[in-house]
């Protein structure tokens, strides 16, 4: 089994879907990453993961230690990011902190997610 980061890698996976289970890395920066690290074939043969050679897990270990934020120090950056907006008092801020949808979305009728669950009224008296 191959360990990167902390995260195992499923062995039956191509190594360039594989490697998205890290956070921070998706399809494109994956292609990416093995072409930095030497492996341009894997792309088109589509190299399992439990084929890699030692040299091979080594050098995708090197390029990702190197070149790329991720996992924690990638979370650990996004949440000082928005600590930082909220602290300036800016509308991102202001909406991150109240739970509200940050990017201009409608919310009279949809943001569910942000808002949480559907509160309901009791009916007005006649």
Same mark, same amino acid.
């Given at each position: 089994?191959?360990?990167?980061?902390?995260?195992?890698?499923?062995?039956?996976?191509?190594?360039?879907?594989?490697?998205?289970?890290?956070?921070?890395?998706?399809?494109?920066?994956?292609?990416?990453?093995?072409? *930095?690290?030497? /492996?341009? $074939?894997? %792309?088109?043969?589509? #190299? !399992? *993961?439990?084929? /890699?050679? $030692?040299? %091979?897990?080594?050098? #995708? !270990?090197?390029?990702?230690?190197?070149?790329?934020?991720?996992?924690?120090?990638?979370?650990?950056?996004?949440?000082?990011?928005?600590?930082?907006?909220?602290?300036?008092?800016?509308?991102?801020?202001?909406?991150?902190?109240?739970?509200?949808?940050?990017?201009?979305?409608?919310?009279?009728?949809?943001?569910?997610?942000?808002?949480?669950?559907?509160?309901?009224?009791?009916?007005?008296?006649?």
């Amino acid at each position: 089994m191959v360990r990167f980061l902390g995260i195992d890698l499923a062995n039956n996976k191509k190594i360039k879907y594989a490697l998205t289970a890290i956070y921070g890395i998706g399809l494109s920066r994956a292609k990416e990453i093995l072409d *930095t690290a030497g /492996l341009k $074939d894997a %792309d088109s043969n589509g #190299i !399992r *993961t439990k084929d /890699l050679s $030692d040299e %091979d897990i080594s050098n #995708i !270990r090197s390029v990702l230690e190197k070149n790329y934020r991720l996992e924690g120090d990638l979370v650990r950056l996004t949440n000082l990011n928005i600590k930082r907006l909220m602290e300036n008092g800016s509308i991102r801020g202001r909406r991150h902190r109240i739970g509200l949808p940050v990017r201009g979305q409608r919310t009279r009728t949809n943001g569910r997610t942000r808002k949480g669950g559907k509160k309901t009224v009791a009916g007005k008296k006649k």
